[in-house]
């Protein structure tokens, strides 16, 4: 790697431990810990909710499936810029009011807990244990990218990789909490936003403009042009299907439950959805001009960059299709400018990461630690417990991640999955039904999580080759429809607030 490439990387990772600094001065508190103390402004809110969602599956995962595939692996962006703009429309606001309500909920065991008045403490337990298993998987993933990252742009090998991108993220995310994250978010967004601009433009250009690479790519592949040819109905329904998750992302939603207001809503849902529609075509652009480009260029050249290719019919191909951008990265652009582009992607990658680790702390400390083992714990006592649940969440992740074959985008779906369908059904009602009731949420969530599992693990493929969040989101729904009715109805504590919180 270039030296100027490695300073402007190092600038960037020392700004990121920097913000995590004075975000440490601010965090007094639990509340303060995990939420920032509802101070979220929209732009901050909607950035840093699209750079936790996006991860590096938006700048290595979804370029790398368009590059091997094709237009065919695009429905996924689809299914999510549908997903993303109703969970905004529809949960954001009611979530920001609620959670205020139920006691001023600050984790979504927390909310669920207080909504239901839940006093045997079975959803708050379970709900957290649903947040451990799969947020342990999908910070994985991002270990997984940031390795390779780091393996591609620095010669190390992947186990050093693993540890050196780990390192940094755990270091802001342990000292700031939800403050760090969050801004650390916003400057990632922005960074990610102009990368995904940026790189298929300029190889856009290098290529001789649109129609020169739109008539290479087909002269290469005319499926990959195509974004129904050779793509079936299941595949198609389950790439949709991605938009369910996101009801029940909680590192996603808590963003809605940390803003300064209610009202702030219609501009960080516009901001974010702009960020996001053009993210993803920069994405799937990126993809596309990378079969063309690194079928245009000389191997011997391409090799000087330190990007090694397979021949697959007589095609050029990376030998592993994840790197794409990180090879446009490295060959199109200036040094200086290269160490910026890569920045992004661990920006990608740092942003959902630190996440994930946030509201998985927030999960032991608040519901685990205070909730069962110490009821009485004081603040700082609990901030504690939080940053070092990030630190044991983090190394089981790397764990996970020890094997260098492993797929950012596999890792993603499983873990995505499994939010989705244990509890983005329970959200969406509890938000617009007041006749759910605990043993109907409870039911279901199970149902959700159990579903996921076993379809993913023991029944995908054949008959049964659809996405498990479709399976798991339709049965938590009629389980806790069905739940719900047949038992007591809720207390009249519970309805009254919820009225007060559709009032608002």
């Given at each position: 790697?270039?030296?100027?490439?490695?300073?402007?990387?190092?600038?960037?990772?020392?700004?990121?431990?920097?913000?995590?600094?004075?975000?440490?001065?601010?965090?007094?508190?639990?509340?303060?810990?995990?939420?920032?103390?509802?101070?979220?402004?929209?732009?901050?809110?909607?950035?840093?909710?699209?750079a936790s969602d996006m991860s590096g599956w938006l700048l290595l995962g979804l370029p790398g499936a368009i590059y091997a595939s094709g237009l065919g692996s695009a429905w996924i962006g689809v299914g999510l810029a549908i997903g993303a703009y109703l969970n905004w429309q529809f949960v954001a606001r009611r979530l920001r009011v609620y959670t205020e309500v139920a006691n001023d909920s600050i984790t979504v065991p927390d909310y669920f807990e207080n909504?239901?008045?839940?006093?045997?403490?079975?959803?708050?337990?379970?709900?957290?244990?649903?947040?451990l298993l799969f947020f342990t998987f999908y910070t994985s993933s991002g270990m997984v990218a940031g390795a390779k990252l780091f393996e591609a742009s620095f010669g190390l090998t992947y186990t050093q990789s693993l540890w050196v991108g780990a390192i940094v993220t755990i270091s802001y995310t342990f000292l700031g909490g939800f403050l760090a994250v969050s801004w650390t978010d916003f400057v990632q967004g922005i960074l990610m936003f102009l990368a995904?601009?940026?790189?298929?433009?300029?190889?856009?250009?290098?290529?001789?403009?649109?129609?020169?690479?739109?008539?290479?790519?087909?002269?290469?592949?005319?499926?990959?042009?195509?974004?129904?040819?050779?793509?079936?109905?299941?595949?198609?329904?389950?790439?949709?299907?991605?938009?369910?998750?996101?009801?029940?992302?909680?590192?996603?939603?808590?963003?809605?439950?940390?803003?300064?207001?209610?009202?702030?809503?219609?501009?960080?849902?516009?901001?974010?959805?702009?960020?996001?529609?053009?993210?993803?075509?920069?994405?799937?652009?990126?993809?596309?001009?990378?079969?063309?480009?690194?079928?245009?260029?000389?191997?011997?050249?391409?090799?000087?960059?330190?990007?090694?290719?397979?021949?697959?019919?007589?095609?050029?191909?990376?030998?592993?299709?994840?790197?794409?951008?990180?090879?446009?990265?490295?060959?199109?652009?200036?040094?200086?400018?290269?160490?910026?582009?890569?920045?992004?992607?661990?920006?990608?990658?740092?942003?959902?990461?630190?996440?994930?680790?946030?509201?998985?702390?927030?999960?032991?400390?608040?519901?685990?630690?205070?909730?069962?083992?110490?009821?009485?714990?004081?603040?700082?006592?609990?901030?504690?417990?939080?940053?070092?649940?990030?630190?044991?969440?983090?190394?089981?992740?790397?764990?996970?991640?020890?094997?260098?074959?492993?797929?950012?985008?596999?890792?993603?779906?499983?873990?995505?999955?499994?939010?989705?369908?244990?509890?983005?059904?329970?959200?969406?009602?509890?938000?617009?039904?007041?006749?759910?009731?605990?043993?109907?949420?409870?039911?279901?969530?199970?149902?959700?999580?159990?579903?996921?599992?076993?379809?993913?693990?023991?029944?995908?493929?054949?008959?049964?080759?659809?996405?498990?969040?479709?399976?798991?989101?339709?049965?938590?729904?009629?389980?806790?429809?069905?739940?719900?009715?047949?038992?007591?109805?809720?207390?009249?504590?519970?309805?009254?607030?919820?009225?007060?919180?559709?009032?608002?």
């Amino acid at each position: 790697m270039d030296t100027p490439t490695l300073i402007t990387f190092i600038v960037y990772l020392i700004g990121m431990l920097g913000i995590g600094f004075a975000a440490y001065k601010m965090t007094s508190n639990l509340s303060d810990y995990v939420l920032g103390g509802r101070s979220l402004g929209p732009g901050v809110a909607a950035l840093s909710a699209g750079a936790s969602d996006m991860s590096g599956w938006l700048l290595l995962g979804l370029p790398g499936a368009i590059y091997a595939s094709g237009l065919g692996s695009a429905w996924i962006g689809v299914g999510l810029a549908i997903g993303a703009y109703l969970n905004w429309q529809f949960v954001a606001r009611r979530l920001r009011v609620y959670t205020e309500v139920a006691n001023d909920s600050i984790t979504v065991p927390d909310y669920f807990e207080n909504r239901f008045q839940d006093k045997s403490r079975i959803l708050r337990v379970f709900s957290a244990l649903v947040i451990l298993l799969f947020f342990t998987f999908y910070t994985s993933s991002g270990m997984v990218a940031g390795a390779k990252l780091f393996e591609a742009s620095f010669g190390l090998t992947y186990t050093q990789s693993l540890w050196v991108g780990a390192i940094v993220t755990i270091s802001y995310t342990f000292l700031g909490g939800f403050l760090a994250v969050s801004w650390t978010d916003f400057v990632q967004g922005i960074l990610m936003f102009l990368a995904l601009i940026a790189v298929p433009i300029v190889a856009i250009q290098e290529m001789g403009g649109w129609d020169a690479t739109i008539d290479a790519v087909g002269s290469i592949s005319g499926t990959h042009l195509d974004m129904v040819q050779g793509v079936g109905i299941m595949a198609i329904i389950s790439s949709l299907a991605w938009g369910l998750g996101y009801f029940g992302q909680p590192h996603i939603v808590v963003r809605f439950m940390a803003l300064r207001k209610p009202n702030d809503v219609p501009k960080a849902r516009f901001i974010g959805m702009t960020w996001m529609i053009l993210g993803l075509y920069g994405a799937i652009f990126t993809g596309l001009v990378g079969l063309a480009y690194i079928n245009s260029q000389d191997v011997g050249m391409l090799s000087e960059f330190g990007v090694t290719l397979i021949n697959e019919n007589g095609v050029q191909m990376l030998d592993d299709p994840e790197k794409i951008f990180i090879s446009f990265s490295q060959i199109l652009f200036h040094p200086v400018i290269s160490g910026i582009l890569l920045a992004a992607i661990l920006a990608a990658i740092m942003s959902t990461i630190d996440s994930q680790l946030l509201v998985s702390s927030s999960a032991l400390a608040e519901d685990f630690y205070k909730a069962i083992f110490r009821k009485n714990a004081t603040e700082r006592e609990l901030v504690w417990i939080g940053r070092g649940a990030v630190a044991i969440i983090a190394l089981i992740a790397i764990l996970l991640a020890g094997n260098p074959e492993s797929s950012v985008l596999e890792l993603v779906s499983y873990a995505w999955a499994g939010f989705g369908a244990a509890f983005g059904p329970i959200i969406l009602l509890s938000l617009y039904w007041r006749g759910i009731t605990r043993n109907g949420a409870v039911a279901g969530m199970i149902v959700g999580a159990v579903t996921v599992v076993i379809w993913g693990d023991f029944l995908s493929g054949g008959i049964f080759d659809l996405y498990e969040i479709v399976p798991g989101f339709l049965l938590n729904t009629i389980v806790a429809v069905l739940v719900s009715k047949a038992g007591q109805k809720p207390s009249k504590e519970v309805t009254d607030m919820f009225d007060e919180a559709a009032r608002r």
